[in-house]
C-alpha cells in the first residue's frame, strides 16, 4: 500500500472548503458590523458580508490550541449557548466529553456568586436523592407536590452544571454578544473564554474570540466540533492517573 501524506498547506485548503460549505463565511450586513471586525470582512454579496476564511482558520487555530492544552491537563469547560441554534450542539458537545453546560437560559451569579449557587445545586441533589430513596413518604401528598415542583424548578436552572463543583477552567461561548452576562461573570472570576462570534460582536471582548457565522446550525456545529476534537487531542496526551495503591502498609 502506498501511504499518502497532505501537506499543511493542503490541510488547511480542505478546512476552508469545509468552512465555506457549512456556511462559515457569512456575517451580517455592514450596517450591524462591529468596528473591531473590520480586519476579518473579505467583501459583500447581496449586502450581506463576508468573513475572510483564511483570517478565520487562523484564529480558529489559536482557539485550538488553547483548547488542546485544556485537554491536556484534564481541564473542566463549560459549553455555553442559549441560542435555539446552538442548543443541541452544545449539549452533544458537552455530554460528549463529559462537561457541564448551559443550554438555556444564564443563571446570574452561575460563576460571581458561585458559592450559592452550589448550595442550591446540592440541595436539588440531596432531594432527589430522598426521592429516589422513597424518603419523601413520610410527608403528605401535597407536601410531596411541592417538593416535586421544586426539584423540577432547580432542575430545569441547574441541571447542565450540577457536574461543576468548582469554578471552570474555561467557558465556551456561542454569541458572546448573546450571552454578554456569561462572558462578563467569566471575565469577573478571571476564567477566560473561547467564542465564537460573527460580526455584530465585539472581537476583543473575549481571549480567544473565533470570527465565523454563529447563528447557522451546521456552521456551529463545525465549530464546536473542531473544539471537541482539540480536548480530545490533548486528553491523549495527558498523563496518565495512576490508582492509589490498594496494598496495606507496611508494620
Given at each position: 500500500m502506498v501511504e499518502t501524506t497532505h501537506s499543511q498547506e493542503e490541510v488547511s485548503d480542505e478546512r476552508m472548503e469545509r468552512m465555506f460549505k457549512v456556511g462559515a463565511h457569512f456575517a451580517y450586513s455592514k450596517s450591524r458590523r462591529h468596528p473591531s471586525m473590520k480586519p476579518y470582512i473579505f467583501g459583500a454579496k447581496?449586502?450581506?458580508?463576508?468573513?475572510?476564511?483564511?483570517?478565520?482558520?487562523?484564529?480558529?487555530?489559536?482557539?485550538?490550541?488553547?483548547?488542546?492544552?485544556?485537554?491536556?491537563?484534564?481541564?473542566?469547560?463549560?459549553?455555553?449557548?442559549?441560542?435555539?441554534e446552538a442548543r443541541e450542539a452544545i449539549r452533544d458537545a458537552a455530554a460528549s466529553l463529559s462537561m457541564p453546560f448551559v443550554a438555556g437560559r444564564w443563571i446570574g451569579g452561575s460563576f460571581t456568586n458561585f458559592s450559592e449557587i452550589?448550595?442550591?445545586?446540592?440541595?436539588?441533589?440531596?432531594?432527589?436523592?430522598?426521592?429516589?430513596?422513597?424518603?419523601?413518604?413520610?410527608?403528605?401528598?401535597?407536601?410531596?407536590?411541592?417538593?416535586?415542583?421544586?426539584?423540577?424548578?432547580?432542575?430545569?436552572?441547574?441541571?447542565?452544571?450540577?457536574?461543576?463543583?468548582?469554578?471552570?477552567?474555561?467557558?465556551?461561548?456561542?454569541?458572546?454578544?448573546?450571552?454578554?452576562?456569561?462572558?462578563?461573570?467569566?471575565?469577573?472570576?478571571?476564567?477566560?473564554?473561547?467564542?465564537?462570534?460573527?460580526?455584530?460582536?465585539?472581537?476583543?471582548?473575549?481571549?480567544?474570540?473565533?470570527i465565523a457565522n454563529d447563528s447557522s446550525p451546521s456552521s456551529i456545529r463545525f465549530i464546536v466540533s473542531e473544539i471537541v476534537e482539540s480536548y480530545n487531542k490533548g486528553l491523549k496526551m495527558a498523563p496518565v492517573v495512576s490508582e492509589p495503591s490498594q496494598q496495606p502498609p507496611r508494620a
Open positions: 447581496n449586502k450581506v458580508e463576508l468573513f475572510d476564511l483564511e483570517k478565520t482558520a487562523k484564529i480558529l487555530d489559536n482557539a485550538k490550541a488553547f483548547v488542546e492544552e485544556l485537554g491536556r491537563g484534564r481541564k473542566t469547560i463549560v459549553f455555553v449557548s442559549g441560542k435555539r452550589r448550595k442550591r445545586i446540592d440541595k436539588y441533589e440531596d432531594l432527589v436523592s430522598k426521592r429516589e430513596k422513597g424518603e419523601l413518604s413520610k410527608y403528605t401528598k401535597k407536601e410531596r407536590l411541592l417538593i416535586d415542583r421544586e426539584i423540577t424548578a432547580l432542575e430545569d436552572m441547574f441541571l447542565g452544571i450540577v457536574p461543576l463543583k468548582k469554578l471552570p477552567d474555561a467557558v465556551f461561548v456561542i454569541d458572546a454578544g448573546h450571552e454578554e452576562i456569561a462572558v462578563t461573570e467569566a471575565h469577573a472570576v478571571n476564567v477566560p473564554v473561547v467564542a465564537l462570534i460573527s460580526s455584530d460582536c465585539d472581537a476583543t471582548s473575549v481571549e480567544y474570540p473565533i
